[in-house]
């Protein structure tokens, strides 16, 4: 059984910075790309940021330049820095993966962290 727990969400006022974390255990053979989504009240989930396992990363126009994405392939950990936050960046923050175990190939969701922006 595998399992993604985030963690490092929370209320940060504009222009602060957060750090997310996603951490993968379980039966894990490998893990391929990584991201984060995130989903506003009343919005369709959204990718933020993308990380292949070499490291290649993309990222929604919203977000260049402020959010940074990176991995810890030894940890099975994805991160996700977060400066220069907006209210508009108000959401839960989700980490999806797509990992090999004994049985199958397949995308991984996390349970969600809240993150806030607000004065």
């Known amino acids: 059984q595998v399992q993604l727990v985030e963690s490092g969400g929370g209320l940060v006022q504009p222009g602060g910075s957060l750090r997310l974390s996603c951490a993968a255990s379980?039966?894990?053979?490998?893990?391929?790309?990584m991201g984060w989504y995130r989903q506003a009240p009343g919005k369709e989930r959204e990718l933020v940021a993308g990380?292949?396992?070499?490291?290649?990363?993309n990222y929604a126009d919203s977000v260049k330049g402020r959010f940074t994405i990176s991995r810890d392939n030894e940890k099975n950990t994805v991160y996700l820095q977060m400066d220069s936050l907006k209210p508009e960046d108000t959401a839960v923050y989700y980490c999806?993966?797509?990992?090999?175990?004994?049985?199958?190939?397949?995308?991984?969701w996390g349970q969600g962290t809240q993150v806030t922006v607000s004065s």
């Open positions: 999806d993966a797509g990992i090999l175990t004994t049985f199958d190939m397949r995308n991984y």
């Open positions: 379980g039966s894990i053979f490998s893990i391929d790309a």
């Open positions: 990380s292949s396992r070499g490291g290649r990363t």
